[in-house]
């Protein structure tokens, strides 16, 4: 007998969709069955991305996204369910970092991590949120009462950790805000949790793992290695399942062991 996570005719938004995890993310989800909506600032990138997942057999759609203007989070998600209807699922995945000391931080600096990664995050999540909160009232229409918000923080919300001190702070908060959404929102059965990853390749940090820096990194970790994208998969579906109805307000850590 085998287990399979079905999410046949449920509609995911994952943001940040153009490369490292979102886009794995997106895959991930098209491969259970859902229609993915891949958002992001990088159109042409997404529009590769939906060419891949519709070649393979899934579903895909792009629109045009920057967490940091309100105008164009409130535009990307009407034109999502404008599209392929309503959202079900919300991978909330956009992030940056800076890398350097806190006494070099400088005021751009702040606001570039916290824009995207605590403000973008929170107000994306709050328009999915709504309109979740609306179908679950019967004040709008919609198949599927609830909801799966996932957002993505890290474990440097958990261990903070040198040289990324503000990006640290910011996935806290991150963390903060998937309780404070889990209390609000639970009863309407949206179900919000986080993601905390640790250190995985992506095409950002790939030349890293290679430098005297990345190899000493390595060293430090409980098992030596650095994960993959792919790595966060199992995590992922099970947040975002239909049965997964009794999980809310969870953290949890997929490091491989660094943060504990």
């Not at 679950?136 to 919300?157: D, E, K, L, Q, Y």
């Not at 910011?170 to 963390?175: E, L, T, W």
């Not at 049965?243 to 504990?260: L, P, R, Y």
């Amino acid at each position: 007998m085998t287990y399979q996570i079905d999410l046949e005719g449920r509609v995911a938004l994952v943001t940040g969709a153009s490369s490292g995890l979102g886009a794995q993310f997106a895959r991930t989800l098209a491969r259970a069955g859902a229609c993915v909506v891949l958002a992001g600032r990088r159109t042409e990138r997404l529009k590769t991305l939906r060419n891949e997942i519709e070649a393979q057999g899934g579903s895909a759609h792009v629109t045009a996204l920057d967490v940091t203007d309100l105008d164009s989070i409130k535009a990307a998600v009407a034109h999502a369910e404008t599209e392929v209807g309503t959202l079900d699922i919300l991978i909330n995945n956009s992030g940056v970092s800076t890398t350097q000391k806190l006494t070099e931080v400088t005021s751009d600096d702040y606001d570039f991590v916290m824009d995207t990664n605590v403000r973008g995050a929170f107000f994306v999540a709050q328009e999915v949120g709504k309109r979740m909160l609306a179908r679950a009232r019967g004040a709008a229409p919609g198949t599927f009462t609830g909801g799966r918000i996932v957002n993505i923080a890290s474990m440097a919300g958990l261990r903070v950790l040198s040289q990324i001190g503000v990006y640290s702070m910011s996935k806290a908060a991150v963390i903060h805000m998937t309780k404070a959404m889990a209390l609000e929102w639970g009863k309407y059965g949206i179900n919000v949790n986080a993601i905390c990853p640790g250190y995985i390749d992506t095409e950002i940090n790939h030349h890293h793992w290679g430098t005297e820096q990345g190899r000493k990194l390595v060293e430090l970790l409980p098992r030596k290695r650095v994960g993959q994208p792919q790595d966060l998969d199992t995590a992922l579906l099970m947040l975002c399942a239909n049965e997964s109805h009794f999980i809310n307000g969870a953290v949890i850590q997929a490091d491989d062991g660094f943060g504990v």
